[in-house]
């Protein structure tokens, strides 16, 4: 169009008027801040203009500054979450052997409700103190304990100094995207870490390659958008607008690159690790693990589990970076294996040990958290929660070899001391914890998920289908509701029970155990527990993956022992039965309603969701709709949208995926390599069968 028919369009010609006049109001704002603002922040907006920033991420970047300081002035220590249907703790979980109602953040809670306001001494160290000092305490000060974890924001001079902007073509606002760095490393890098996070940020900072690429910073936004809940679309993956789209399409550009290069990097191996979290938030769980095979096989390539014979002489960083990638990867396929009870990919840890934290502090590097209205910085404990993390996961990856068979061999019953070691090994684990992983001491995010974890550990072993308990829901007697959840052990647990009460040779061993049904019961209990207290101090609302494997694992749990104490009470229930019932309705609402909340930000918590509340008994749905204040089920043209995404994303290849769940889940071990790639994929399978058959509660004309 020229110039000629601009002028003489009208319609055009007021457009451009608009453009213009939209232009300069933004010129307009941007000079009277200059002009008004405190010397500092005018000078920290003078450099922005100095540095290429438009005037368009200069405004928002003043907006947004605004905004969150106006947040600030909420007082978030008297922010807190109670439970749903019921507040008290269940008197069930209130043991005398319960570590957990010792730890500080309980004792905080039951001080809040006592007194409120009360303003206890601080720890931590000042805001101004130079980060290379150490005299903070292992135990953090209040903040941590009487405000949630997303209220915090990880302070990190490298982030404020980095320019992500070079790193992708999905948007020049470096405000934005250093927002979302910090989202992602306060979320969920503590948990999965891929890489050393200030080797990464220093190497974007410098345009250097070593630690940093395009890939890996595409991939990471991509994470950090399911967590940053300013974007209120997040989870929804399959929208060409959303921003978690568009640096997921540049990542996978990037990758399709960097393949037909030829050569992996260990940025790309950090990078696989990344896309395939993003792809299991997504629910593409099979295809995400085609990033952790290639990933798992640039390292063989790479010889990056070995130790170099000139390992001695690398560059000390080089050496140190290639180290941490080792061990992040090997625990990654570790966890993912255990969790999708296949055997291991990688059969023995890295060859270079974990260095000792005295020694070599910045191996592992610190996130240092900011809480609102405090003047103290607070260290997570970063090292000490990555090292104890990686010495689990090395446990986890024996267990699958156990249970799974070691890469390329069959699988085959464990001996009955071979899980009576692995045991003795998480009790000798768990003993040895530092204080900052204590049960007395914990209160982040990952430190409760270890704990967590743990437990979850021992009570799937010990019920695994192998040591003869098929289901650690099977009913039990109605005039006992505390045992409920465990069955009457067969004659092979009671074999491995003496093992368990007995000193093994050549393991570490503990107190004297009790019975396995009692031991059963005390992990039960504690993994509740810990649950419970994650939610009454950080609640469910923020991006947690594994807080979503926990809350689908205790409800389905909680489910059954509902419908086997329905059965076994032939007569009306007693109090203590009614007691018992309530208590656990109320976990089972409190469950629900965590992965209603976890499904605000990806899509997996949504699916896993819907067909959780599908298992429930109407009288449990009612309460869900009374006291979680969640919406009604969906109309079934969504419900048959959803179960069509769901098949398209987790396809079954295999013809006995397509028998009965349960038959799947009962199969004897197969043999062979095709039929042993389909055991792994069991659960998967089954979980979604169960799915695609539910049919959300509608209207009958609806369909």
């Not at 890469?407 to 009790?427: D, N, T, V």
Request: charged share 25%.
């Amino acid at each position: 169009m020229g110039p000629s028919v601009l002028l003489s369009d009208p319609v055009a010609l007021k457009r451009r008027f608009v453009d213009l006049e939209d232009k300069v109001n933004i010129y307009e704002q941007v000079y009277a801040i200059l002009r008004s603002r405190p010397q500092h922040e005018a000078n920290s907006v003078f450099k922005r203009i100095r540095t290429g920033d438009d005037p368009q991420s200069i405004l928002r970047h003043v907006e947004h500054g605004d905004l969150l300081l106006q947040l600030r002035v909420v007082p978030e220590s008297r922010y807190r979450y109670e439970f749903p249907f019921m507040s008290p703790l269940p008197a069930r979980l209130q043991t005398q052997d319960n570590p957990y109602l010792g730890s500080l953040i309980y004792e905080w809670e039951v001080e809040r409700r006592r007194s409120p306001v009360r303003s206890p001494k601080r720890r931590g160290k000042q805001l101004e103190t130079d980060r290379s000092a150490s005299e903070e305490s292992t135990t953090p000060g209040p903040g941590p304990y009487v405000k949630p974890f997303h209220a915090a924001e990880v302070h990190d001079p490298l982030i404020d100094s980095a320019e992500p902007s070079k790193w992708t073509d999905v948007t020049t606002d470096n405000t934005l995207l250093r927002s979302l760095l910090r989202s992602y490393f306060l979320h969920e890098y503590q948990w999965f870490s891929a890489f050393q996070k200030e080797y990464f940020l220093s190497d974007m900072i410098a345009d250097r390659r070593q630690f940093c690429s395009p890939l890996l910073v595409n991939a990471v936004l991509a994470l950090a958008c399911h967590s940053y809940r300013e974007l209120t679309d997040r989870a929804e993956f399959w929208n060409p607008r959303t921003l978690g789209y568009g640096f997921l399409t540049e990542a996978k550009r990037h990758w399709e690159l960097e393949q037909a290069g030829g050569r992996g990097k260990l940025t790309t191996i950090q990078a696989a690790i990344i896309l395939n979290i993003v792809y299991n938030l997504n629910a593409m769980v099979k295809l995400g693990w085609q990033y952790t095979l290639q990933a798992i096989d640039m390292a063989h390539k790479m010889k990056l589990f070995k130790k170099p014979e000139n390992w001695e002489t690398l560059n000390p960083r080089l050496r140190a970076g290639r180290d941490f990638t080792a061990w992040s990867l090997f625990g990654w396929q570790s966890h993912c294996t255990y969790t999708l009870f296949e055997k291991p990919l990688v059969d023995d840890p890295p060859e270079v040990p974990l260095p000792a934290i005295t020694a070599d502090p910045s191996w592992y590097g610190e996130v240092w958290l900011k809480y609102p209205l405090e003047k103290i910085l607070y260290p997570s404990h970063f090292a000490e929660f990555y090292k104890a993390n990686t010495e689990f996961r090395v446990i986890l990856n024996d267990i699958s070899k156990t249970f799974h068979g070691e890469a390329g061999q069959s699988r085959s019953p464990p001996a009955e001391s071979k899980i009576a070691a692995l045991y003795w090994r998480l009790q000798a684990w768990y003993a040895a914890l530092p204080e900052s992983l204590s049960p007395r001491t914990i209160v982040f995010t990952a430190q409760m998920k270890l704990h967590m974890h743990y437990h979850h550990a021992i009570v799937t072993m010990l019920q695994s289908p192998m040591t003869g308990v098929s289901d650690i829901t099977s009913s039990a007697p109605a005039a006992s509701p505390a045992s409920v959840a465990f069955p009457a052990p067969s004659q092979n647990v009671l074999a491995i029970s003496s093992l368990l009460n007995s000193d093994p040779p050549s393991e570490p061993t503990g107190p004297p155990l009790p019975p396995l049904q009692a031991t059963f019961s005390l992990h039960r209990t504690q993994y509740e527990t810990l649950l419970r207290l994650y939610y009454l101090r950080h609640g469910f609302e923020a991006l947690d993956v594994f807080i979503m494997v926990s809350l689908m694992t205790l409800a389905f749990i909680t489910t059954k022992e509902l419908e086997d104490t329905r059965l076994s009470s032939a007569q009306p229930p007693s109090e203590e039965q009614k007691a018992h019932i309530d208590s656990l309705r109320a976990t089972l609402v409190l469950c629900t309603r965590g992965l209603y909340d976890q499904g605000k930000s990806y899509y997996l918590s949504q699916t896993i969701f819907r067909l959780v509340r599908s298992g429930m008994h109407v009288d449990e749905k009612e309460l869900l709709r009374e006291y979680a204040s969640l919406p009604d089920e969906e109309d079934s043209a969504d419900a048959k949208m959803r179960e069509e995404l769901a098949q398209r994303l987790w396809p079954h290849p295999h013809p006995q995926a397509q028998n009965d769940g349960q038959e799947d889940v009962e199969t004897e071990h197969a043999s062979g390599p095709a039929a042993q790639e389909q055991e792994g994929w069991k659960v998967l399978d089954v979980l979604l069968k169960k799915y695609g058959e539910v049919r959300m509660e509608a209207p009958e004309s609806g369909d």
